[in-house]
């Protein structure tokens, strides 16, 4: 079994790595196929070897290999691979810079989520640290915003499925933790959090959901039931009290973990089948104790333990 670490750094050249091999793979097949053309054309008089050749420089230089067009049909032939090859490269230039620019964009809001809600991301570090006075707008604000990030993610990821085997830059992080940890925090906002804005909490969780069924479709994934609870009767319990220190108040009674456990139960065995495929860890519904920021170490600095002293203090905490 290898180390943590290592198999994620293994993991992480696996999409780049497989996109250049599609890519050079399309234009081997393009060549071959169109060499097996002119060998069949020619009756077999220039070899197989000769025509790959050919094939192969009219593809990538518009040239015919030092040979002249045997016939008036293996002109037009050459002319019509040369005409391919242009294409193949015309999309390879403009399919590389628009799948640079979603990756992108999907990892810069991953990013700006490390501050927000922790790493890796939790619902409850994401609502406690909107606890202030302005919470709940902050609150409403953070939903639209990852309604938009989801929407996004699902329109990239359709049209390019590669990019769901790109990974984030750091291990506790990625587009499935950010995914689940949006998804954990509409559905409690929806179940009750008094003062914060049920109506976005519906639109983001319904965007976000979207998003996780439709990309088990894509890659034809069965939706997969867990025994081990991802959010226990006592950690519930915790997470409330945690909410409530801070200043939330949000709704305990029965009806209230029924409803939960239905919107789980509508998003939850698609966060497993996806997270099982492409090996990335789902977060947990709290933070551990000793959870740390990206932001707040470095492999270079000794500073994490001061910076959670500092953000334990009274009046700290509850803004980072």
Sequence with gaps: MLPESRRENMLSIYGPLSLLLWLI?????????????CWGLTGG???????????????????????????????????????????????????????????????????LLDSRAGSPPTAEEMLRRHSDEYGMDSIRELLHDWERWSAELLESHLSYPVLAYFRSQHENQSWLAA?????????????????????????????ARHAVVDLCLIFRLRPVSRTADRLLPETLLGLRSNLSAAGLRPRADKEADAKLGELR?????????????????????????DATDNWQASEWSQNAGAFKRIASRPGVRRHF
């Design 265 to 289: 139960s509508m998003y939850e065995p698609y966060l497993f089948a996806l997270s099982e495929y492409f090996g990335l860890a789902l977060p947990s519904w709290v933070a551990g104790s």
């Design 25 to 37: 793979l399309w234009a081997s097949m393009l060549i071959v196929s169109f060499g097996l053309l």
């Design 179 to 207: 995914l689940a940890c949006v998804l954990d925090a509409g559905a409690f906002v929806m179940v009750g959090l008094e003062g914060a804005c049920t109506r976005q909490a519906q639109l983001t969780f319904a965007m």
């Design 45 to 111: 008089s220039l070899g197989f070897a000769a025509c790959l050749y050919s094939s192969g420089s009219i593809f990538f230089t518009l040239g015919l290999g030092g040979r002249g067009p045997l016939s008036l049909f293996t002109g037009f032939m050459a002319v019509a691979e040369a005409g391919t090859g242009l294409g193949f490269l015309a999309i390879v230039i403009g399919y590389l810079p628009a799948l640079n620019q979603s990756f992108s964009r999907r990892e810069v809001n991953i990013s």
